[in-house]
């Protein structure tokens, strides 16, 4: 078994392209359409994934199924369907997996798992997406589809998290990060500042300063992740507002 080109697993580095222009790359057959399949793999495995689990299948099945749609929606060209002037593209996608779980899936998990592509995750990385499954599952029943655009979110507010500490380690300022990160999740029980400080060994106004320069790198971060979701013509602070209220219903 091989890992995703481009993945974590890969070794490969982030993408900051959009989605659809990852859908263009999709269909050539050189590094930069294989770099393409994984970028669509890496953002959107984790969203699908819980919403096939809270499906009822068990977490080997889901992780089977979601390889299988991948490899049927590549293997069948099926991003050359989608269109950026008719929705978003993560509607699309669970679309297409609604259709393939209705349509195609018993075909396929009679022949070899994932086709002849497979996507393979690591055991820290599958322990992410089962995580993130459970955490969504302690929500009040939603919609499945609200509940697939939390997952969504929160792949992307993760996506943010890993580009930030990356910021971070290269400038040997981990610890202020980890110390520092419950701030930018927010929700209830958070650290006294004065503490963290103390921790620290810095001035509270000192902390304040990187608490702020972190929040606004934050923010920059998930817009950029955000943008890179839809289409060029689309409104990128319509679609974080929409993002905002999504995070908003997710239980932290």
């Known amino acids: 078994m ?30 930069e359409g ?26 080997a099945d889901a992780q089977d199924l979601v390889q299988g749609f991948f490899a049927y929606f590549l293997r069948n060209k099926g991003y ?4 950026s002037g008719k929705g978003k593209f993560r509607s699309f996608l669970l679309a297409s997996l609604k259709h393939y779980m209705a349509n195609a899936w018993d075909r396929e998990h009679a ?31 939603l919609d499945e589809e609200l509940q697939y655009e939390q997952g969504w979110a929160s792949a992307l507010v993760r996506c943010a998290l890993a580009r930030l500490s990356e910021e971070f380690r290269s400038e040997a300022k981990i610890r202020i990060f980890e110390e520092l990160t419950p ?16 921790r620290l060994n810095i001035p509270l106004n ?29 409104d990128v602070d319509e679609e974080l507002r929409h993002f905002r209220m999504i995070l908003s219903t997710t239980p932290t």
């Not at 050359?80 to 269109?83: E, R, V």
Request: net charge positive; charged share 25%.
């Open 206 to 234: 000192t902390l304040r300063s990187h608490l702020s320069r972190l929040r606004a790198r934050y923010s920059q971060i998930l817009r950029e992740e955000v943008a890179r979701t839809i289409g060029r013509a689309d």
């Open 183 to 198: 701030f930018l999740r927010g929700g209830v029980g958070l650290p006294n500042q004065k503490e963290v400080a103390r």
């Open 111 to 141: 022949s070899k798992r994932g086709g002849d592509c497979e996507f393979v995750l690591l055991d820290e990385e599958m322990e992410s997406v089962e995580s993130l499954f459970a955490h969504e599952s302690a929500s009040p029943i």
């Open 34 to 59: 294989s770099d393409a399949v994984a970028q669509l793999c890496h953002d959107y495995w984790p969203p699908l994934y819980s919403f096939v689990r809270r499906r009822g299948y068990s977490p």
């Open 2 to 31: 091989k890992p995703v080109p481009g993945t974590l697993q890969g070794g490969g580095a982030s993408f900051r392209t959009t989605h659809w222009s990852v859908i263009a790359d999709c269909s050539l057959s050189s590094k």
């Open 80 to 83: 050359s369907k989608a269109d």
